[in-house]
């Protein structure tokens, strides 16, 4: 994280810049509290101003703006103070493109710009995503997908292709589609906000699309998809020399994911100290399965309760790929996670989709493809509590070798913890994998499980110190299952 100094001295000097910058009313350009008049393009007309004059601050007191699509400027400060409420309109023609991306406020290759203050920025999303797909079932607007969700409205915030970006105290509700997605920004800082956007589909939190240098912390994260997922768009581009540092993140997908796209890779990542609850997917999943170099993650003091899945690693070739990928050197420690035996987000408003069934409760996954396998990954420190239970009766999968040689290796899959339905351990499934080290990890089962707790299959290198397994009336259980294994 050497390159990451870099980036928290330019975020001190625009932190300085922002304290002697001049500062604009809101009001001193005709802008309306009144929740009723539409304000884009006064409030526009503020910001090109302010950067055009050399740069400074945008100050919205107390009330509602309604406003459409605005540009931020280089050397412009949005602030919110505490009362403010920046709304999203909720008509369609109303919003703007960047690189095909509808957002409320928008970006494209400036430089030290930021969102600030403790006020709120609300999109209004449901209500905002269903005109949108009204205006598709009368004809006027087309959805790809045919699904009825409409794949293209708008974000909350997107910068792209911007330096030295702040986001820091705000208020971000209701997005109509992904919350804030800085792509393939340069030193970027995120903190103190509190998110929260669960009321439409594919709300995921923060995105952080092929972007370097950047610092996430101290904030809270409440989403209906992905919380906070690093994604890579760009096979020439990476998210590379990041930090997330004392977040609280809730989500009906996954709490901290690497992937949905993962085309150029992800390098150089720390996630430090944070919480995570009711979390219906992963508490941390990483994935190549688009040609994504992956490399070089820590994952360190975690705890998760009442989350669907601990950890999944996952190598693939989800779209056939010209460019094969990797996933190695990553180290999870001082790691707890608690998961339940009913959905973990069950009573959101949009939950996470039934999974198909039957299938006993699925176990942390660390699982490549064959020629392609998950290499150097350290679990130090883990404590992973399930609720056991799990029925040969109601599903079943077994070790023996041609038990195991019927597991689907799924290589062109969409990966998800649970794409395999029934795995033959209720702690941890090893597969096409080298290096690994489990040290100091317990593994605890509420009630008698049929399967083992630990299944290796195809293993290279596979080292066990002080492993711990803990489940009622399993005297004398083989919990560990060997095959292919040095």
Known sequence: MKKYLLATILAVLALSFSLRAQVYQASSFGIKSDGITLNTRSIQAAIDFISSHGGGVLEISVGRYLTGSIFMKSNVELRLLEGAVLVG????????????????????????????????????????????????????????????????????????????????????????????????????????????????????????????????????????????CFKSHSAAHLCEDIEVRNCVARSSASAFKFGTVSRGGFKDIRIIDNKVFDTYRSAVTIQSVDGAEVENIVIDSLDAVNTGNAIYLRTGKRWGGAKEGYLRNITLSNIRVEVPLEKADAGYSYEGPVEDLPRNVSPAGIVGIPGMPVENITLRNVEIVYPGGGN?????????????????EMIDIYPEFSQFKELPAWGLFIRHANGITLENVRLVAGKKDYRPAIVADDVQGLVMKDLRTDEPSAKGKKQVVKRNVR
């Not at 040969?392 to 689907?408: C, V």
Request: glycine fraction near 8%; charge should be negative; hydrophobic fraction near 35%.
């Open 89 to 228: 309109s909720v008509n369609p023609y109303d919003y703007e493109m960047v690189e095909g991306n509808y957002g409320l406020i928008l970006a494209k290759g400036q430089e030290n710009i930021s969102v600030k203050g403790k006020g709120v920025i609300d999109g209004r999303g449901a209500e905002c995503a269903l005109n949108f797909l009204n205006q598709v079932h009368l004809g006027f607007m087309d959805d790809t997908t045919k699904y009825d969700r409409v794949t293209k409205r708008p974000k909350l915030i997107y910068f792209r292709e911007c330096k030295d970006v702040v986001i820091e105290g705000v208020n971000l509700r209701n997005s109509a589609e992904w919350t804030l997605v800085p792509d393939q920004c340069e030193n970027l800082t995120i903190s103190e906000i509190l998110l929260d956007s669960k009321n439409y589909w594919n709300n995921d939190g923060i995105d952080i699309v092929d972007c370097r240098h950047a610092l996430i912390k101290d904030s809270f994260i409440d989403a209906s998809d992905d919380a906070i």
């Open 392 to 408: 040969k009766l109601y599903a079943y999968r077994g070790t023996s070798p041609e038990e195991l040689d019927s597991i689907p």
